[in-house]
């Protein structure tokens, strides 16, 4: 097949095109790595603008005098936020797919040594316990070898892994306690407001920084070897 980036021949049983080093189905990977992308950015809209709303809610709540509190004024107030969380947490799943189809072929791709099989690329997110600590440790994994880098570069890589999955997991407790909180009395709403607020914020840092992720391997993987 030619290649898509300079027109050579590529031989059916090599990846690479041998003029360039551009991989053989370069345009359909970064087509993927954009549809992920895009998703992540609409789910880190999202969140942001949730965040934002329930942020407005801060003060007047806060104002009102304890005597006068209405936990059912409260109550339906917040439980549009409730809602949005969970449609958040689909369209999370939905980005969530589409990521392991594009994890799976970037795992593929990838020249360096790589601890575990590709099967752990979907095994590791559903195995109790170990979907804790496998999924970041292959993203880093793929990423360090998609390229030739050095200790520090490699290390910044994996402060970036880390921040990203302490986020979305955090993002996930913190949205679940939103909707648990109950509003009985004003410090409670107070409370629910909060980890409302934090929930969102946590789950569009996550968003961002997969986003991060996806573009810094998906480019390293399209261009040429020595990039």
């Given at each position: 097949?030619?290649?898509?980036?300079?027109?050579?021949?590529?031989?059916?049983?090599?990846?690479?095109?041998?003029?360039?080093?551009a991989?053989?189905?370069?345009?359909?990977?970064?087509?993927?790595?954009?549809?992920?992308?895009?998703?992540?950015?609409?789910?880190?809209?999202?969140?942001?603008?949730?965040?934002?709303?329930?942020?407005?809610?801060?003060?007047?709540?806060?104002?009102?005098?304890?005597?006068?509190?209405?936990?059912?004024?409260?109550?339906?107030?917040?439980a549009?936020y409730?809602?949005v969380?969970?449609?958040?947490?689909?369209?999370?799943?939905?980005?969530?797919?589409?990521?392991?189809?594009?994890?799976?072929?970037?795992?593929?791709?990838?020249?360096?040594?790589?601890?575990?099989?590709r099967?752990?690329?979907?095994?590791?997110?559903?195995?109790p316990?170990?979907?804790?600590?496998i999924?970041?440790?292959?993203?880093h994994?793929?990423?360090?070898?998609?390229?030739?880098?050095?200790?520090?570069?490699?290390?910044?890589?994996?402060?970036?892994?880390?921040?990203?999955?302490?986020?979305?997991?955090?993002?996930?407790?913190?949205?679940?306690?939103?909707?648990?909180?109950?509003?009985?009395?004003?410090?409670?709403?107070?409370?629910?407001?909060?980890?409302?607020?934090?929930?969102?914020?946590?789950?569009?840092?996550?968003?961002?920084?997969?986003?991060?992720?996806?573009?810094?391997?998906?480019?390293?993987?399209?261009?040429?070897?020595?990039?």
């Amino acid at each position: 097949m030619p290649c898509g980036l300079c027109g050579d021949i590529i031989p059916a049983e090599v990846t690479r095109c041998p003029g360039c080093g551009a991989w053989a189905r370069r345009r359909d990977f970064r087509a993927l790595g954009i549809g992920v992308f895009m998703l992540l950015g609409f789910n880190a809209f999202m969140a942001l603008g949730s965040g934002i709303s329930l942020i407005r809610l801060v003060r007047p709540l806060a104002s009102v005098p304890q005597d006068s509190y209405d936990e059912a004024v409260t109550g339906r107030t917040l439980a549009p936020y409730a809602d949005v969380f969970v449609i958040s947490e689909v369209l999370a799943g939905v980005t969530g797919v589409l990521f392991l189809c594009w994890l799976w072929r970037a795992y593929g791709q990838a020249e360096g040594w790589i601890s575990r099989g590709r099967s752990w690329v979907v095994l590791g997110w559903f195995l109790p316990i170990a979907n804790l600590w496998i999924p970041p440790r292959l993203v880093h994994e793929i990423w360090a070898a998609s390229g030739r880098f050095h200790i520090l570069q490699r290390h910044r890589f994996g402060a970036l892994v880390t921040a990203w999955w302490v986020t979305a997991l955090s993002s996930v407790l913190l949205m679940e306690g939103f909707r648990a909180a109950d509003t009985e009395t004003l410090g409670d709403a107070l409370l629910a407001v909060h980890l409302g607020i934090a929930g969102a914020a946590a789950l569009a840092l996550a968003a961002t920084l997969c986003m991060a992720l996806v573009f810094q391997i998906t480019r390293l993987q399209v261009g040429h070897p020595e990039d």
